[in-house]
């Protein structure tokens, strides 16, 4: 299968997705669409040498941080991540690839130079969609759901979308985090850019 970037997704690669909480289903569907074989991870077993790479998804970043230190992945993941294997997180995963919390004392995995301010765009009723240019993708639909945004990004990241100035998604090496939910639109190319960074591997 060709991807619209032009590279070949190979149906074999093996994606994990945290399942714990929040809007896992929905990466699950998308990467489906490209052919990609996913594995839900909900606990330490779960979490395989076998994966080409993993998905934070949406959803609560507190709470998915408490259940992944209650189920052991914590510190195998944080590992992992420091190793090279590719992940992409989107909304609560961006706050949990973030070495930096401006308004939250929490820190989780410190993978990436940033500086994140939760619930940037105010509570669920401050939700909204809107069209964003992303370097190296194109224009995409992007869901804004009591989403945060980027108030600084340290050495190597490389700042891909902004939206009203405000940076919302981030590329460093292997790392790939978004502001959005791009898993909640028909529109396939950040999965299919993700995908392609898993390849290069």
Known sequence: MRGSHGFVIRVIMKIGV???QGAFIEHERAL????????EIRRRAHFTDGLDGVILPG?????QGKLMREE???EPVKQAIEGG????????GLIL????LTNDKNVYFAALDVSVKRNAYGRQLGS???ALPVKGVGEVEAVFIRAPYIERTGKGVEVLATYAEKIVAVRRGRILATAFHPELTDDLRLHEYFIGMAKQR
Do not use: Y
Request: hydrophobic share 50%.
């Open 59 to 63: 959803g609560e970043s507190t709470v």
């Open 18 to 20: 945290f399942a714990l």
């Open 85 to 92: 294997l590719p992940v992409f997180g989107t909304c609560a």
């Open 72 to 74: 052991g992945l914590f």
């Open 97 to 100: 690839l973030a070495n930096e």
């Open 128 to 130: 909204f969609r809107t």
């Open 32 to 39: 489906a669409k490209l052919g990609v074989e996913t594995a």
